[in-house]
């Protein structure tokens, strides 16, 4: 029912900044949070930010808190992370998705995925 395409990923030095993108398609309606997370090698996927769409309330993994900023376009149905003072440990494939009424930061209770965009951070 939704499918979601991130964008913008790339190779920056420590300190720099990317802005992803996710378009979502089909059916979403308020009741819908948008999340990003990431996922390095050989580690769990990890929560990274998150915004609700009744009310636009954001949430942030402690280790971005202060470094990126979640925000959205429900005209043109898509979130964005932009990421500042990029750092090595930010390197991952970045995720975003989505899920009616998902507990924020639980991989789990998100239904819909897309595809990844890499980001490498190099020191």
């Known amino acids: 029912q939704v499918q979601l395409v991130e964008s913008g990923g790339g190779l920056v030095q420590a300190g720099g900044s990317l802005r992803l993108s996710c378009a979502a398609s089909?059916?979403?309606?308020?009741?819908?949070?948008m999340g990003w997370f990431r996922q390095a090698p050989g580690k769990e996927r990890e929560f990274v930010a998150a915004i609700a769409w009744s009310g636009g309330t954001t949430y942030y993994a402690v280790s971005v808190k202060g470094r990126f900023t979640i925000s959205r376009d429900n005209a043109k149905n898509t979130v964005y992370l932009q990421m500042s003072s990029l750092k090595p440990e930010d390197t991952a494939v970045y995720y975003c998705?989505?899920?009616?009424?998902?507990?924020?930061?639980?991989?789990?209770?998100?239904?819909?995925w897309g595809q990844g965009t890499q980001v490498t951070v190099s020191s």
């Open positions: 089909g059916r979403t309606s308020s009741g819908y949070a």
């Open positions: 998705a989505t899920n009616r009424r998902p507990a924020i930061g639980d991989p789990a209770t998100y239904n819909y």
